[in-house]
């Protein structure tokens, strides 16, 4: 077995190639590099490291690799190696291809899972992943290109294709796993956005870099936690199915019930998931509230299906209503507002009757903080503040999203139980993911800004209860984030729920 030093060696031809500095971003103070021009790899240099990250970019100089020095350091020490397409193929005998896409978005399948590499996803999903060779993002027409390696599963060499193109069916990513623990994963690396600003860094609006990373990290560092890919945004009446599924969830540690709390602004049912001690301390958890923020929708469902588990919070002890979709319409219409233009997230403002807004002169209708006709008067919002009344609340989870980097604040009896749910939050996020927002110049790990007591309805350590909201990335144009948004949704909302329950 390697030796469990934590570091990861880059062998590569390019030295602080962007993938190189974008590993070391993701793990600071842990990346090292060997340059093949100086010279060539051997079993001594890769003995203190059980984790390899290979890299050529030069067709020229695949001679300068001697890939069965890898490959034996894998199988033979049990290290976890991640390569490139394109010295993967040649060190396996296997053809390589680099092909154009035309017009068209590239996307990969996922023909089969395989724990931790494929976390996040599963079979069926298909993936964004191409490589565009303008400089301007998302072009009408670009040239859309991807790799491949021609092969098919090698039972008796360990290995196992685990994604295709959708064009070609070539194989994309490529496992191989040794008796000793040490694997190999091999995939394109090079295709997400590789544009001249970028260079292939996980831009949040870009659909064909998200997910670059995630393969990788989850063979180095186990990035996804809780996170999982959707193939396409559902419909409300899909989503409603999924939360009615909830009561009949294999293995689940208490009874569900599936409550009708009323109908929304269009006309469609608002549900309700309830589990757990009715009479206990009550979490309640929102999502949806402005229907453009819908990826926090698929966040909550996965906090549930956590949740159910028993292992988070005790469900003797403890009760949970939570309401996934509170906002229909806007979810359906991807818009901010309910069917009467109003923002739901305005209703309930304690300052209701002073409240002007922050973003219009004139407040009417479908204006960015037109607050209603009177305090409560939409049916999404007396639903809310009818749940608010419900007794034994403890805590209330308002999730929403921004096009920015993440925000989360509250307020609560307790202030170091606030300080503490952020802290830990913070540190479950390190080594996971790299982004680079709208505002960004260069890519960051995903980290959220945090602001106990800034929750603007009570004081900190006078609220009644805990009151916690905040902000995910998010209110994208399609689901090529949704494995981050979904973890950083259920990481925030299962840490808050254990943190506050601890506390007790």
């Known amino acids: 077995m390697a030796n469990d030093s934590g570091r990861i ?9 962007y993938s190189t500095k974008d590993l070391r971003i993701l793990y600071p103070g842990l990346v090292d ?94 993936v964004y992943w191409y490589r565009n060779s303008s400089d301007i993002d998302e072009a009408p027409v670009g040239h859309y290109a991807y790799r491949e390696v021609i092969c ?99 293995g689940r540690a208490a009874q569900v019930e599936i409550r009708e709390e009323g109908l929304s602004s269009e006309g469609t049912p608002v549900l309700s998931v309830r589990f757990g001690n009715e009479s206990g301390p009550r979490f309640q958890l929102f999502s949806a509230k402005h229907g453009m923020e819908w990826e926090n929708v698929y966040g909550m469902l996965i906090t549930l299906e956590e949740l159910l588990k028993g292992d988070v919070i005790d469900l003797e002890r403890f009760c949970v209503v ?6 229909p319409f806007g979810y359906r219409n991807g818009c901010r507002h309910n069917a009467n233009g109003v923002d739901l997230n305005r209703q309930l403002r304690r300052d209701w009757d002073r409240f002007r807004g922050w973003s219009d002169e004139v407040l009417e209708p479908w204006t960015f903080d037109f607050k209603g006709r009177g305090r409560a008067s939409e049916p999404e919002s007396q ?61 960051r790990q995903l980290t959220l800004e945090c602001y106990p007591g800034k929750c603007g309805a009570d004081d900190p350590g006078t609220a009644p209860c805990y009151a916690i909201w905040y902000e995910n990335v998010g209110q994208l144009p399609d689901v090529h984030a949704t494995v981050m948004q979904t973890d950083l949704a259920a990481e925030i909302n299962l840490t808050a729920m254990r943190s506050i329950a601890e506390s007790l």
């Open 152 to 250: 098919e599963d090698d039972p008796a060499a360990g290995r196992k294709v685990l994604a295709r193109s959708t064009m070609t069916d070539g194989a994309m990513w490529i496992e191989e796993r040794f008796e000793s623990g040490g694997l190999i994963l091999a995939y394109d690396l090079f295709s997400p956005l590789d544009l001249a600003l970028t260079q292939g860094d996980p831009w949040i609006l870009h659909r064909g870099t998200f997910s670059k990373y995630i393969p990788a990290g989850n063979v180095f560092g186990g990035t996804v936690r809780y996170g999982r890919y959707e193939n396409r945004k559902l419909s409300p009446e899909e989503v409603l199915g999924r939360i009615g599924a909830l009561a009949d969830l294999p």
């Open 33 to 126: 590099e060997h340059d093949l021009n100086k010279a060539p790899i051997s079993p001594q240099i890769l003995t203190p490291y059980e984790r390899v990250w290979t890299l050529l970019r030069r067709a020229e100089n695949v001679r300068l690799l001697d890939y069965s020095v890898i490959r034996e350091h894998a199988r033979g020490r049990g290290a976890r190696v991640v390569s490139h397409l394109f010295e993967y193929g040649d060190g396996s005998g296997l053809e390589f291809r680099f092909r154009n896409a035309g017009p068209r978005r590239h996307k990969l399948h996922v023909v089969s899972e395989s724990d931790p590499i494929t976390r996040g996803f599963a079979v069926g999903d298909e």
């Open 322 to 327: 939570a309401v996934p979709l509170l906002n």
């Open 383 to 443: 639903i809310e503040a009818r749940l608010g009344e419900e007794p034994n609340k403890l805590c209330v989870i308002d999730a929403h999203e921004m096009a920015g980097a993440p925000i989360l604040g509250g307020a609560g009896p307790n202030q170091e139980v606030l300080r503490g749910l952020s802290e830990q939050v913070v540190a479950n996020l390190k080594n996971r993911y790299l982004i680079r927002y709208l505002t960004d110049a260069t890519p």
């Open 9 to 17: 060696l880059v062998v590569s031809d390019s030295p602080d190639y």
